[in-house]
């Protein structure tokens, strides 16, 4: 298996819970290293650009307007396997059925407040980095 970068975001409802260190805490013990990190707040153009995927689904409106409603840590993350790794270390989209020990089972309110993003597949991961990070700001 090779070493493989991610981007994660810890959303509106971690910022606001005071929850980053804990996250960051499962993220680390999970064996993945935060190589990248900042604080932002996410403009809509921005959102909208980043889940432009989802733009036909009923919760696009939703799921915009959250991940706007306050700062966000935006995170790029490197590992064995480390965009597998992480969505295990994500848990499922839904907390309620995310398995014990996964960030949403600990922390998530619900499937839209579901306190973090990991990228999918190696392509994407790609081009979320690069929304977010100058190639200067990722230290691995
Ligand atoms: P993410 O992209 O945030 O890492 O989450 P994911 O892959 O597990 O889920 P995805 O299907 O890509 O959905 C993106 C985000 O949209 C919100 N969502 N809301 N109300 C709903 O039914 C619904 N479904 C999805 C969630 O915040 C999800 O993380
Ligand atoms: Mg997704």
Do not use: C, W
């Not at 949403?104 to 991961?125: C, I, M, Q, W, Y």
């Amino acid at each position: 298996m090779a070493v493989q970068r991610t981007f994660s975001i810890l959303k509106p409802d971690a910022t606001k819970r005071n929850l980053t260190g804990a996250v960051n805490a499962v993220i680390e013990k999970a064996g993945l290293r935060i190589v990248a990190q900042k604080r932002i707040q996410m403009t809509k153009a921005q959102a909208e650009a980043f889940y432009a995927v989802h733009s036909a689904r009923p919760f696009f409106g939703e799921l915009v307007e959250f991940m706007t409603s306050g700062p966000v840590v935006v995170q790029v993350l490197e590992g064995e396997d480390g965009i597998a790794k992480y969505r295990e270390v994500m848990g499922a989209t839904n907390p309620a059925n995310a398995a014990e020990g996964t960030v949403r089972k600990l922390f998530a309110l619900s499937v839209g407040e579901n306190t973090v993003h990991g990228s999918d597949a190696p392509e994407t991961a790609a081009i979320e980095i690069a929304q977010f990070f100058a190639g200067n700001e990722i230290v691995g």
